[in-house]
C-alpha cells in the first residue's frame, strides 16, 4: 500500500480505498486483493507521472481522475463474479452474480434473468427431494384414474396414485443436478456473448 | 453547440472501437494500465474516464485475448502488465481485415 506523508492524504486514500473494499466485498479474496492492488498501482502511477509536488492534490486529481469506485468498478466486480461462480458451481456465487449482471446491459439483463427464473426452478426440485419425506402424500409424480398426471406439489391427491412413491426423491435429485450442471454451463457460455 | 445526435453518435463510435484501439497497442509492447491510458491519449486524443479501462482489460482477459502478471518494482508499488497472447494476435488480425474493409468502403462512399 502507498505510504504518504501528509496526514490528509493518508485520510483522504484511506477513505478511499474504504469505499473500494466496500465495492469488491462480493469476490474472492485473490480478486479482492488483484483489484485494490491495481488501484492503487494506478494511483501511485498517476502521481509520479503527473504529480506536481503538492500530495493532497495530486492525490486527489488522480482519485478524480480515476472516478468513483462505485461506478467504474462495477461492471468488473460482476464480470469477476461471474468468472468465479462458473468455477466453483457454488449456488451462492450463481445468485450473486446473476442479481450483480441483471442491469448491466438490456441483452444481459434479459438473458440472466430468464436463466434465475431456471435455477429457480432446479431449486423448487431440490426442494421437492427434500419435502417428500415431510410430506409424502402431497409431494410426488400423481396419476389420477382419469388419465392425467401432475408433478410436484398437490394440495388434495384424494383418488389419485403416487406413481413413483419414494423413487421420486432420487428424481428430482437428478433432475436439480442435471438442470444446475446444465445451467451453469450454459451460463459460462453466455457470459463470453 | 454539438448536435445531440453527433454526441450520441461520437460516443457509440468510441466505445466501440476502444477494445480494438487496446488491443493495437498492447500489440506493440507490453503495458500496465496507467501507462495503457496514456498512450491511448497520445495515439488517439480519447480522453476516457481511467477507470473504465480495467472493466475493458478484464474482459479481454476472460475473453483469452490478452494475459496479465504482477512486475515487482523498486518503489515497492508493484505493476500489473498486459500483453497480448497469440490467440489475441490472431483475433487482431481479423479485426484489421475488418477495419481496412470498412474504412475502404466508407471512404468510397465519402469520395462519391
Redesign the interface.
Known amino acids: 500500500m502507498?505510504d504518504f506523508s501528509i496526514h490528509s492524504s493518508r485520510e483522504i486514500y484511506a477513505t478511499y480505498l474504504k469505499r473500494v473494499h466496500r465495492v469488491v466485498s462480493p469476490l474472492s479474496k485473490a480478486d479482492r486483493e488483484?483489484?485494490v492492488?491495481?488501484i492503487?498501482?494506478?494511483i501511485?502511477?498517476?502521481m509520479?507521472?503527473q504529480g506536481k509536488g503538492d500530495e493532497v492534490n495530486d492525490l486527489l486529481q488522480a482519485l478524480k481522475?480515476?472516478?468513483?469506485?462505485e461506478?467504474?468498478?462495477v461492471?468488473?466486480v460482476g464480470?469477476?463474479k461471474l468468472?468465479q461462480a462458473t468455477r466453483s458451481f457454488n449456488p451462492i456465487d450463481i445468485l450473486l452474480a446473476l442479481w450483480m449482471n441483471i442491469g448491466s446491459r438490456f441483452y444481459h439483463s434479459v438473458v440472466y434473468s430468464l436463466l434465475g427464473l431456471f435455477y429457480l426452478l432446479t431449486f423448487v426440485f431440490a426442494f421437492f427431494s427434500l419435502f417428500k419425506i415431510v410430506l409424502p402424500n402431497q409431494i410426488g409424480y400423481f396419476i389420477s384414474p382419469s388419465g392425467s398426471w401432475a408433478i410436484g406439489y398437490v394440495h388434495d391427491t384424494s383418488g389419485m396414485k403416487d406413481a413413483w412413491g419414494y423413487w421420486f426423491i432420487p428424481f428430482s435429485i437428478g433432475v436439480t443436478l442435471v438442470l444446475y450442471v446444465v445451467l451453469t454451463l450454459l451460463l459460462k457460455v453466455v457470459?463470453?456473448v | 453547440m454539438q448536435h445531440p445526435f453527433l454526441v450520441r453518435w461520437e460516443s457509440q463510435v468510441k466505445k466501440g472501437i476502444l477494445e480494438f484501439i487496446i488491443l493495437l497497442l498492447l500489440s506493440k509492447k507490453e503495458l500496465?494500465?496507467?501507462?495503457l491510458i496514456?498512450e491511448m491519449k497520445n495515439h488517439t486524443n480519447y480522453d476516457i474516464?481511467?477507470?473504465?479501462i480495467?472493466?475493458l482489460l478484464?474482459?479481454l482477459k476472460?475473453?483469452g485475448l490478452i494475459t496479465s502478471h504482477?512486475q515487482e518494482m523498486e518503489?515497492g508499488?508493484?505493476?500489473?502488465y498486459y500483453t497480448l497472447n497469440k490467440e489475441g494476435v490472431k483475433v487482431l488480425g481479423e479485426m484489421k481485415l475488418y477495419w481496412s474493409e470498412l474504412s475502404t468502403n466508407i471512404q468510397q462512399l465519402l469520395k462519391k
Open positions: 502507498m488483484d483489484i492492488m491495481e492503487n498501482s494506478h501511485h502511477e498517476h509520479a507521472a481522475d480515476l472516478g468513483e469506485p461506478e467504474f468498478l461492471a468488473q464480470q469477476r468468472d457470459r463470453k | 500496465y494500465g496507467y501507462e496514456v474516464a481511467e477507470g473504465t480495467y472493466p478484464n474482459r476472460a475473453d504482477w518503489s508499488i508493484p505493476r500489473k
